[in-house]
Antibody, heavy 121, light 107 residues
């Protein structure tokens, strides 16, 4: 059974940093691309970042480029999102999601339950 | 960026057919995926590559895509289908894009 368990969310002041983690199990982690998708309170889904199965290719939405870094440790079956210079508009539930394929272009077939990031003073 | 337009809400009586649209410039040339999200839960993939259904998704869910509109169709709607539905595509200019979401209300 595929399981994705996010952690690392919390309350952070504007300008601060957080590192989100996503522990994966139930599938061969290194084969599949992974993504982070966020959802602000009461709003829709927004894709944030993706990474290929090997980790060699990374992708970001424009609003987080230069502030966020996606990475993965295939030996630990774990996905990360390092978020710096956080802003109020980054407040959201952050979901980890598995790609159906390896290149980052496929649909997202499994999602974690999400971790809440709140940026506020 | 590639913009996807969904109606904010759709209402349907139980047992009837719901159609949720997703508009985009020449969307028929792209692959469209659909997600269902119930309150307080993570999204679930219900249709991918326009019309394929993941295992475990009822046959009542189907999809089509042509021209400037993709459509998610839910036949014989049940109370349990009440949820938010999002369309999504991959585009070279904006990577993954989601539509704004449609709230399906079962009357």
């Amino acid at each position: 059974e595929v399981q994705l368990l996010e952690s690392g969310g919390g309350l952070v002041q504007p300008g601060g940093s957080l590192r989100l983690s996503c522990a994966a199990s139930g599938f061969t982690f290194s084969i599949y691309a992974m993504s982070w998708v966020r959802q602000a309170p009461g709003k829709g889904l927004e894709w944030v970042s993706g990474i290929s199965g090997s980790g060699g290719s990374t992708y970001y939405v424009g609003s987080v480029k230069g502030r966020c870094t996606i990475s993965r440790d295939n030996s630990k079956n774990t996905l990360y999102l390092q978020m710096n210079s956080l802003r109020a508009e980054d407040t959201a539930v952050y979901y980890c999601a598995k790609d159906l394929g390896s290149d980052g272009h496929a649909p997202l077939d499994y999602w974690g339950q999400g971790t809440l990031v709140t940026v506020s003073s | 960026s590639y913009v996807l337009t969904q109606p904010p809400s759709v209402s349907v009586a139980p047992g009837k057919t719901a159609r949720i649209t997703c508009g985009g410039n020449n969307i028929g040339s792209k692959s469209v995926h659909w997600y269902q999200q119930k309150p307080g839960q993570a999204p679930v993939l219900v249709i991918y590559y326009d019309s394929d259904r993941p295992s475990g998704i009822p046959e009542r869910f189907s999809g089509s895509n042509s021209g400037n509109t993709a459509t998610l169709t839910i036949s014989r709607v049940e109370a349990g289908d009440e949820a938010d539905y999002y369309c999504q595509v991959w585009d070279s200019s904006s990577d993954r894009s989601f539509g704004g979401g449609t709230k399906l209300t079962v009357l």
